[in-house]
């Protein structure tokens, strides 16, 4: 596709389960990134994976969370035992190489935590 | 830790006023700076950007953002607005030495016909 893709789009879950949400990066795209968006917080970085290197993981909040990316294409972000404050929308983003290249951003995962 | 602020939560107007949103970052080094924007209902999409050339930045649809390093700012501007500019900003901040954006609060624009 032209774009970066999310899957699900929406996704309601009960306290305590665990949650996959799926990112299909620009085709091409060694850099992915998630980021968390809460409201009245602003997008918060959680995580960046660039090639073949290991992931800056430095922004998990918990090690609840959890990321990989396979093939160096698509990724899953996994959240276990999730929490209500974890209800956000998650965004995912690719970026090609190259310093000066922005980063474009999926439509995200709106996650609701009941 | 670098951080960036947007002190402008909510800025209501009325089409063809003059627009500025505020962006402060807190990095003391070489910055890359932009300005997104997400429209309702759409994805966040770049606006402008800085890449350490002209500080005047030029973006689509008549922004235009000017780095003053002295001010640690990166504020966007846009003379005359529309409608359709109604929309959520966000600026960012990159520092050289990541690879990751740091996001302001975000500013959400409404601008009334």
């Known amino acids: 596709g032209a774009g970066v893709s999310q899957s699900p789009s929406n996704k309601v879950t009960e306290k305590g389960k665990d949650v996959e949400l799926r990112c299909d990066p620009i085709?091409?795209?060694?850099?992915l990134y998630w980021y968390r968006q809460s409201l009245g917080q602003g997008l918060e970085f959680l995580i960046y994976?660039?090639?073949?290197?290991?992931?800056?993981k430095s922004g998990l909040p918990s090690d609840r969370f959890s990321a990989e990316r396979t093939g160096g294409s698509v990724s899953t972000l996994t959240i276990q035992r999730t929490q209500q404050e974890d209800s956000a929308v998650y965004l995912c983003?690719?970026?090609?190489?190259?310093?000066?290249?922005?980063?474009?951003f999926g439509p995200g995962t709106r996650l609701t935590v009941l | 830790a670098q951080s960036v602020s947007q002190h402008n939560h909510h800025v209501i107007l009325s089409e063809a006023a003059s627009l500025e949103l505020g962006c402060n970052y807190s990095?003391?080094?070489?910055?890359?700076l932009f300005w997104y924007v997400q429209y309702p209902g759409q994805h966040l999409q770049l606006l402008l950007k800085?890449?350490?050339?002209?500080?005047l930045v030029k973006g689509i649809k008549g922004f235009e953002a000017e780095f003053i390093k002295s001010k640690f700012s990166f504020n966007l501007r846009k003379p005359s607005v529309q409608w359709s500019d109604t929309a959520e900003y966000f600026c960012?901040?990159?520092?050289?030495?990541?690879?990751?954006?740091?996001f302001g609060t975000g500013t959400r624009l409404q601008v009334f016909p």
């Open positions: 990095y003391g080094g070489t910055v890359n």
């Open positions: 994976f660039q090639g073949n290197s290991a992931p800056d």
């Open positions: 983003a690719s970026r090609s190489t190259g310093a000066n290249n922005e980063q474009f």
């Open positions: 800085y890449f350490s050339e002209d500080p």
């Open positions: 960012a901040v990159k520092s050289y030495n990541t690879d990751k954006l740091i």
């Open positions: 085709s091409g795209h060694t850099a």
